[in-house]
């Protein structure tokens, strides 16, 4: 078992806390990072046109380990692993990683950890989970080359992961729950163009079929209406692309949270309703959700904690 102490804890590494890392560096607070999975969502995502500073585009994991380059070069220092507990109930915070493989004594913590996908919550999602269903079409979109494959949503995530796996894939259907994409109209413009995506509006999945790997979906339009309509297509794969629930199960005893589960900040700041821990990006945004305003939201976070440990310690 190690123990570790820091001033400066950062829980989580994507744009919000790899931003964090940059500026407590900076601050010379000596900041601890643990990374859970390096780089966070943006590791499972294809080309980002809209990050400031990169006129080509730049491909999410190439973004991540600048980042993490950059936040290492100040003097960031991270190590692997989950949090499985922490206590804010008084100063220094205590938090465990792994289930007590290591424990961090901090002085103030700052909580990014982001989101994760969500399911629909078929049934039939875990049986072909692995062997057909996926939430990350850039980790498994290889295995549907010149196979036919659907995305769930109609957001910009299911836009993004349409476009990318109908550069692989011989067919892509969309599956979407309304008459209408809910994505960005840059990007609802790029789906309806392309020859190999048919979206399929007003329509639910009711559940998957196949024998040893997945073979198909059973759908529905208009579901709950007179005019409703069963139908199957066949595909190979199912992606889910509907959204993401924030991380912050192990927070929910001393951290308020909104309904959704979003950590809770207070006005403008980053600060929870622990003094002397914040949070910053996805994890308490359920508005903007992208890695530029993660970013400057880890910028907060470093100057609130900053300022923090000035104030208190
Ligand atoms: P969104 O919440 O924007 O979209 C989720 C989609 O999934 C919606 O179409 C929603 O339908 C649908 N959905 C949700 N639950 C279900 C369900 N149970 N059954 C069927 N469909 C369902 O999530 P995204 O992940 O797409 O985007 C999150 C944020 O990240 C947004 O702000 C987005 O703009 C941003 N983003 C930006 C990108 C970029 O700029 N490059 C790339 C990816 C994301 P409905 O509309 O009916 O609610």
Do not use: W
Not at 101 to 117: E, L, P, Q, R
Not at 147 to 173: F, I, N, P, Q
Request: net charge negative; aromatic share 8%.
């Amino acid at each position: 078992m190690s123990e570790y102490t820091t001033k400066c804890l950062i829980i989580g590494s994507g744009p919000a806390g790899y931003t964090a890392g940059i500026y407590t560096s900076r601050a010379n607070l000596r900041p601890l990072m643990i990374e859970g999975v390096p780089g966070g969502q943006l590791m499972q995502t294809t080309e980002i046109e809209n990050f400031p500073g990169y006129p080509e585009g730049v491909m999410g994991p190439a973004m991540m380990d600048d980042l993490r380059t950059q936040a290492l070069r100040f003097g960031l220092e991270t190590i692997p692993g989950e949090v499985t507990e922490v206590d804010f109930s008084k100063r220094p915070f205590k938090v465990k990683v792994n289930g007590g493989s290591h424990t961090v004594t901090a002085d103030t913590v700052i909580i990014s950890t982001g989101a994760s996908a969500r399911y629909l919550g078929l049934d039939d999602e875990q049986r072909y989970l692995g062997i057909g269903v996926s939430a990350c079409a850039t980790c498994d979109g290889f295995f549907y080359r010149n196979r036919v494959v659907a995305v769930v949503g109609g957001g910009d995530t299911a836009c993004e992961e349409a476009l990318y796996l109908s550069s692989l894939a011989s067919k892509v259907y969309m599956i979407v729950r309304k008459d209408y994409l809910r994505a960005s109209k840059y990007m609802q413009a790029r789906v309806m163009q392309n020859e190999k995506i048919e979206v399929l509006f007003n329509t639910q999945t009711l559940g998957l079929f196949g024998d040893d790997n997945l073979e198909g979906a059973h759908l529905v339009r208009h579901q709950g209406t007179p005019d409703a309509e069963n139908f199957d297509i066949k595909i190979d794969g199912f992606f889910l692309a509907i959204g993401h629930k924030p991380n912050t199960e192990v927070f929910k005893p001393f951290i308020e949270l909104d309904e959704a589960g979003y950590v809770v900040t207070e006005g403008k700041t980053t600060h929870t309703n622990v003094p002397g821990v914040f949070a910053a990006g996805d994890v308490a945004d359920p508005t903007y959700q992208q890695a530029i305003s993660a970013a400057g939201m880890g910028c907060r976070a470093a100057i609130d904690a900053e300022h923090f440990l000035l104030m208190n310690v």
